[in-house]
């Protein structure tokens, strides 16, 4: 099983940036599809991006497209999240998560880190 660990987020203002990290313990990171989501408080967890194994592809949800840029480095076994123009309303915690199968629904992925919390103050 691939364990994932975020790291990266914090406090940061209005119009700031943040780099989130997801580094993965085996040696089968670039076999999986990798994926970030979130969750605020009291909302449900949703989905941020995606990128396929060799990087070529991504979708983004609307909110963050031109914002958010999400890559992976298969020789280091880690996933990126680069946001910019950081909003209150992206204020959540983040979660990385791998899977076999293409796409954004959280029943897709199969396993999960445990979150790094990132608040944008206004």
């Known amino acids: 099983q691939v364990q994932l660990v975020e790291s990266g987020g914090g406090l940061v203002q209005t119009g700031g940036s943040l780099r989130l990290s997801c580094a993965a313990s085996g040696r089968t990171f670039s076999s999986y599809i990798m994926g970030w989501f979130r969750q605020a408080p009291g909302k449900e967890r949703e989905f941020v991006a995606v990128?396929?194994?060799?990087?070529?592809?991504?979708i983004y949800t609307d909110s963050v497209k031109g914002r958010f840029t999400i890559s992976r480095d298969n020789a280091k076994n880690t996933v990126y999240l680069q946001m910019n123009s950081l909003k209150p309303e992206d204020t959540a915690i983040y979660y990385c998560?791998?899977?076999?199968?293409?796409?954004?629904?959280?029943?897709?992925?199969?396993?999960w880190g445990q979150g790094t919390q990132v608040t944008v103050s206004s």
């Open positions: 998560a791998g899977g076999s199968v293409w796409g954004t629904q959280r029943r897709l992925y199969d396993f």
């Open positions: 990128i396929s194994r060799s990087g070529g592809m991504t």
